[in-house]
T-cell receptor, first 110, second 111 residues
């Protein structure tokens, strides 16, 4: 099945710093989403982005489907950005709605 | 936020007992999903539904069954719970099969 690799696995930032999270996938996809899981366990959908670029406040995401990767940018990070960021993809082939990567754990320190 | 609730939120049970988890939505979304989350594995799909009485298996469906008799409810049943099914279970919904919205999760401990 499709492989979804996220990097880095862990990231520690000082408040105010910028960061880039990466998601590589091994096959063509119909659907790519980014999620944030906060320290209390709640999962929030950040972006539905099978291709192109989207922005939402301090967060933006870019997916280059032909090269099989997506990037999540966090600018001017805040302590509330801490948590785990997941990338999830729906492969073109197969019958699986979404396959998740293992996530990037982000800690933002004041 | 999408109106999704899960019940119970926490459960402790014994090996061999049946367990049913409920996901309820007020959004009239067509698609519903059950995932489990375990350390080192991220989220893995157990079963999903693309309409009333229409369900399909995910990547970790063994030991689980589901039912969807009406749009708003999706039930996950562990027929005979095992310790390997100790996990956090998340329900998700989607209007069109694209963006998914997650419920708050259920923590299940099987002793």
């Amino acid at each position: 099945g499709i492989q979804v690799e996220q990097s880095p696995p862990d990231l520690i930032l000082q408040e105010g710093a910028n960061s880039t999270l990466r998601c590589n996938f091994s096959d063509s996809v119909n659907n790519l989403q980014w999620f944030h899981q906060n320290p209390w366990g709640q999962l929030i959908n950040l972006f539905y982005i099978p291709s192109g670029t989207k922005q939402n406040g301090r967060l933006s995401a870019t997916t280059v489907a032909t090269e099989r990767y997506s990037l999540l940018y966090i600018s001017s990070s805040q302590t509330t950005d801490s948590g785990v960021y997941f990338c999830a993809v729906e492969p073109v082939s197969g019958n699986t709605p979404l396959v998740f990567g293992k996530g990037t754990r982000l800690s933002v320190i004041a | 936020d999408a109106g999704i609730t899960q019940s119970p939120r926490h459960k402790v049970t014994e090996t061999g007992t049946p367990v049913t988890l409920r996901c309820h939505q007020t959004e009239n979304h067509r698609y519903m999903y059950w995932y489990r989350q375990d350390p080192g594995h991220g989220l893995r799909l157990i079963h999903y539904s693309y309409g009333v009485k229409d369900t399909d298996k995910g990547e970790v469906s063994d030991g689980y069954s589901v039912s969807r008799s009406k749009t708003e409810d999706f039930l996950l049943t562990l027929e005979s719970a095992t310790s390997s099914q100790t996990s956090v279970y998340f329900c998700a919904i989607s209007l069109s099969g694209e963006t998914q919205y997650f419920g708050p999760g259920t923590r299940l401990l099987v002793l």
